[in-house]
């Protein structure tokens, strides 16, 4: 097994896990300020690809895609946070869930209904295409590069705005005392709406990001919505920081129990079963971390008690 | 009698019934959905005990009902192909015999209870949820990856398994048996609401601080709650096979989980018959939304959406109103 690969599969797991944050994040903040578990968030980010597809299509334009994926998926948050996210705040979490299951049955047949049971394909524009050559001359997709770049300056704005701005002060308030803010004279329910709206333009840029390299389906965004329940069980709720360290741990031992286990099983098995086997426990491996951070920090590793 | 003793009865009768009639005007379709009725709502039997009587959120239970689905295929596949399961280090052999796959599933998904139960009860409300949902994630992975067992495509199984003194493959005498089991399970869970392992759970729901200040711990409570509720939830899944002839990694996702969830809502959480009630209701939509439009799912949601927003007891509670209703 060669250096160069094993540095190749550890920036597929960075940008794997810098992804995951981009929907964590969004799921840990609604959660954070509103005490609201988002099941539909998912869906945001199906919406998100297939408005960049779409739009994709349409102009030809990637970066007209990726802004209409963040304008799509804002504006169905923002829709859904008005219409029925809002009665649920006070709701126990099994009404949530199961409301938001709701929207995940209406979003996921409407989305069947207007573009059909076939994959949509986005493709990379040219220039972001193709292999570039990193320091120590590693060959390394471009594409896949550029979204870890773009995911970390989305994490850094993400920091700046809830450390720096008045919005980041009231997200930070909200999480801490809801009532009191409101009787601080800030618009809580505006608040709601935009943390909402905030937090559904991050899923659906993700899903107009992965969108590119994987194909835009109906469906496409529950797994991604557990892999972000994973990242935050083990980040701890409502914590961003949490998010970004489960996010980054979460895909570095998806990516990695994928390419070491089968060889690690080869070095005492015979070949055909050591792939089967370790293919197998890869498929495992993130839950088994979730369970061994479970045992040790039942809250999460930057979750408060 | 109450309202609701009085729906129940006309809805646990009109299951027995409606099959009956069609077994006379030979319509076994009529029964093959029946039959679907009263497994899935053993189903839902299972969770109610989890969710309706311990307040556990779970969204995992596709687990127990995967375990035990593959319980009765892997059990039957061995049986149907003559090979035995391991021969090292005692001979275990494949079977076609349904008592000993339910109790191999039941104790299957027990025993898968246990381990999941132990480790996520030690967290609660959100987490609960999330980590439920992502272990049934991790069976339905693991069940899509393990090549030995049909791996993505699933594994049919030829004939039904057989029951002593019946013929599972007539229609009616398989829902008989899946019948008299959901009302044994009825009957059971019925019991133990009553008990005082029943009551210290639902006070442990409603209040645990004041549970364990007299001296009960909630966490042993709940997680026998959750052993049980998983093992009613495994022998569904190993009859849900039996009646398809069919497993799949499907019965393993989150969908599954979600459904099951459904039929409680559907029915009312903690009602007793609540889970037949939504069963039979989800089937009859799916059968005839089903028929009317490919995308049923969509008015399944707006459904849903309005009981949890405007109907909180379900089709009981709407028509018993909340006059049973404790907590």
Known sequence: ????????????????????????????????????????????????????????????????????????????????????????????????????????????????WVFGSFPLFLNIPDYLSGPITLPGGIQYPFYRLMLIVVGLLVAAGLFALIAWTRLGIQIRAGESDREMIGALGVNISRLYTLVFALGAALAGLAGALIGAIQSVQVGMGEPVLILAFVVIVIGGIGSI????????????????????????????????????????????????????????????????? | MRRETVLNTVVFLGLLVIPLWAWVSNEPFTITLATRVAVL???????????????????????FFGIGGYAMGVLASHSQTFTPMMEWPFLIEGTKSMPVIWLVAMIGSGLAALAIGALSLRTSGVYFIMITLAFGQMFYFF????????????????????????????????????????????????????????????????????????GIGPYRLRLVAFVISGAITGLAGALFADLNRFVSPTMFSWQTSGEIMIFIILGGVGRLFGPIVGAALFILLEHFLGGLSDYWNIYLGALLLVVVLFAKGGLIGLVAGREVAHD
């Open chain 1, 1 to 112: 097994m060669s250096l160069i690969l094993m540095i190749e599969q550890l920036l597929n797991g960075l940008q794997f896990g810098i992804m995951l944050f981009l929907m964590a994040a969004g799921l840990t903040l609604i959660f954070g300020v509103m005490g609201l578990i988002n099941l539909a968030h998912g869906s945001l980010y199906m919406i998100g690809a297939f408005a960049a597809a779409a739009v994709a299509a349409a102009t030809g334009s990637f970066l007209l895609a990726l802004v209409a994926s963040l304008v799509a998926a804002a504006v169905a948050g923002a829709i859904i946070e008005l219409t029925v996210i809002r009665h649920l705040y006070a709701r126990d979490h099994l009404d949530q869930v199961l409301a938001t299951f709701a929207l995940i049955l209406i979003f996921s047949e409407g989305t069947r």
């Open chain 1, 241 to 305: 920081k949490g998010a970004l360290v489960g996010a980054v741990l979460v895909g570095l031992t998806d990516t990695m129990g994928r390419f070491l286990l089968p060889t690690i099983f080869g070095a005492f098995m015979d070949p055909s079963a050591a792939t089967s086997v370790g293919s197998a426990l890869a498929s495992m491996s993130i839950y088994v971390l979730m369970a061994a951070v479970l045992l040790f920090k039942p809250n999460g590793l930057y979750g408060n008690a």
């Open chain 2, 41 to 63: 709502a053993l189903a839902g039997v299972g969770l109610n005990v989890a969710l309706g009587l311990g307040g556990l959120v779970s969204f995992g239970h596709a687990v």
């Open chain 2, 143 to 214: 069940a899509i990856s393990w090549p030995a067992y049909g791996g993505e495509d699933g594994l049919s199984i030829y004939v039904r398994n057989g029951f002593p003194g019946l013929n599972t493959l007539d229609p009616i005498q398989f829902f008989a048996i899946c019948y008299v089991i959901l009302g044994l399970a009825v009957f059971g869970v019925a019991r133990l609401s009553r008990s005082s392992f029943g009551l210290a759970l639902s006070a442990a729901r409603q209040n645990a601080t004041r549970v364990q200040s007299v």
